[in-house]
């Protein structure tokens, strides 16, 4: 049986613990901060951003996230960023907006019936 003594101890290292839980889940990006790539093509992508520098490097079915600035896309005129796809077979898939927060860039091909992959989302031969 525990002493009161190593009972007394437990008490302030579990309310610890419970702080520093609640500390670090509320520096947790929210969903709506974050600006998500997804690969949904079914094969390998590099993805380069502005002209053509690496950005990623994507599995199918890999993503990557991205904290952009919260103002981003809150300024005229908008950040001139555009995200190119490339997959291992040479298709293209281009993104033709800014990086803004809240913001999922679905790498994939557009099928009649299908969601909308992004706003500024488009293939290019």
């Not at 951003?49 to 199918?60: E, I, M, Q, S, V």
């Not at 990557?64 to 040479?90: M, Q, Y």
């Amino acid at each position: 049986m525990a002493s009161r003594a190593s009972r007394l101890r437990i008490r302030p290292l579990a309310g610890a613990v419970v702080l520093v839980t609640f500390a670090l889940a509320a520096c947790q990006p929210y969903r709506d901060e974050i600006f998500n790539i997804v690969n949904e093509t079914g094969e390998n992508v590099v993805v380069t951003w502005n002209r053509g520098d690496l950005y990623a490097n994507l599995p199918p079915g890999g993503s990557i996230e991205k904290i952009p600035p919260p103002n981003r896309c809150r300024v005229t005129p908008l950040p001139d960023d555009r995200f190119t796809a490339t997959t291992e077979t040479g298709k293209r898939y281009t993104y033709g907006r800014p990086m803004c927060p809240g913001e999922t860039w679905h790498i994939r091909e557009k099928t009649p019936g299908s969601p909308p992959a992004s706003a500024g989302d488009r293939r290019t031969p």
